[in-house]
């Protein structure tokens, strides 16, 4: 089990960015009220982040299907708050107790409505 806590934006973005890949997390509020909490697990040889954030978007661009970082895509399961998820030219909310399906090789956008808790298991995009 890694776990990782961070204080800051930047070492929230190094922390995100080891687990599940290139994001960028904006703040919602002043850096002061930040929070952002992540801890990777591998169950059973299946790489699963918690996460808990009260950040004001986070995002990926479009990636390519062969670079190392576009091997997963993301099962998401919303444990507590809201968010509405950009997926290209689709919008979709997200609420408590729901799962989305996120696949890294697209542009994805996260706009939580406040602190937010989810699960997120990484599965072989293959």
């Excluded at 576009?70 to 997926?87: K, P, S, T």
Aim: hydrophobic share 40%.
């Amino acid at each position: 089990m890694i776990e990782h806590a961070a204080t800051d934006l930047h070492h929230w973005n190094l922390n995100v960015e080891e687990v599940c890949g290139r994001f960028a997390t904006r703040y919602a509020h002043s850096q002061s009220l930040f929070i952002g909490e992540i801890e990777r697990r591998n169950l059973g040889g299946t790489e699963v982040a918690h996460i808990r954030s009260n950040a004001g978007s986070i995002s990926r661009r479009k990636g390519s299907t062969d670079r190392a970082d576009d091997r997963f895509c993301f099962l998401v399961l919303q444990q507590q708050g809201a968010m509405e998820i950009r997926l290209e030219s689709h919008t979709l909310q997200l609420q408590e107790g729901e799962l989305a399906l996120l696949d890294s090789a697209r542009a994805i956008e996260m706009l939580p409505r406040g602190l937010f808790r989810h699960v997120s298991i990484h599965l072989p995009r293959n």
